[in-house]
């Protein structure tokens, strides 16, 4: 039982593009959301948060969208660039334990 | 301040043998836990620690165990493996709970023969 999806398991883009990476929840329990980026040979490393009180939080080129209707929160990356290449993880939490999701891995083209 | 490490970086074993794996959280981190990755099944949580008790307890089976030490460090032991435990392990650490922002070590990549 997967409470949190990411059904694009890769993602390209052109340079100086928007990248948005897309995930799903399930559990209306998780009050508390977060993206990591994880390079090759590296453990995932804390992008950005934001809590379910809020819509939106920015921090500069990245900002992160949350829908609580919809269960549904996106990673905006702009303008993108080569090195943002990398496998985006987000999670999402509640008192009893943090669950990530499946990946995606993007692309960033020069 | 010197980040989270996992010893030992790489791992073979073979089925039905045991393993212990080992990590040093971020020095004033109470909370450890720890995480399983495989390809298309992300980061699954499989346990965290905390003042050297379990706190939360993910979905896998009995063969995987762990404990913390009284300086936070942590391992993490699965007997019995299997094929399928092949996996890359990732210990995270964090403040007080994982709710706190987590910083994830390296990693040990483990396979199993």
């Known amino acids: 039982d997967q409470q949190v999806k990411q059904n694009s398991p890769s993602l390209s883009v052109q340079e100086g593009r928007i990248s948005i990476l897309n995930c799903d929840y399930t559990?209306?329990?998780?009050?508390?959301f977060l993206w990591y980026k994880k390079y090759p040979a590296e453990g995932p490393t804390f992008l950005i948060s934001?809590?379910?009180?809020?819509d939106k939080n920015e921090d500069g080129r990245f900002t992160v969208f949350l829908n609580k209707s919809a269960k549904h929160l996106s990673l905006h990356i702009v303008p993108s660039q080569p090195g943002d290449s990398a496998v985006y993880f987000c999670a999402a939490s509640a008192s009893f334990k943090t669950i990530f999701g499946a990946g995606t891995r993007l692309f960033v083209k020069a | 301040k010197a980040g989270v490490t996992q010893t030992p970086r790489y791992l073979i074993k073979t089925r039905g043998q045991q393993v212990t794996l080992s990590c040093s959280p971020i020095s004033g981190h109470r909370s450890v836990s720890w995480y399983q990755q495989t390809p298309g099944q992300g980061l699954q949580f499989l346990f965290e620690?905390?003042?050297?008790?379990?706190?939360n307890k993910g979905n896998f089976p009995g063969r995987f165990s762990g404990r913390q030490f009284s300086n936070s460090r942590s391992e993490m032991n699965v007997s019995t493996l299997e094929l399928g435990d092949s996996a890359l392990y990732l210990c995270a650490s964090s403040l007080a709970s994982h709710l706190d922002e987590q910083f994830f070590g390296p990693g040990t990549r483990l396979t199993v023969l």
């Open positions: 620690y905390f003042s050297e008790t379990q706190r």
């Open positions: 934001i809590s379910s009180i809020k």
């Open positions: 559990n209306s329990m998780f009050d508390y």
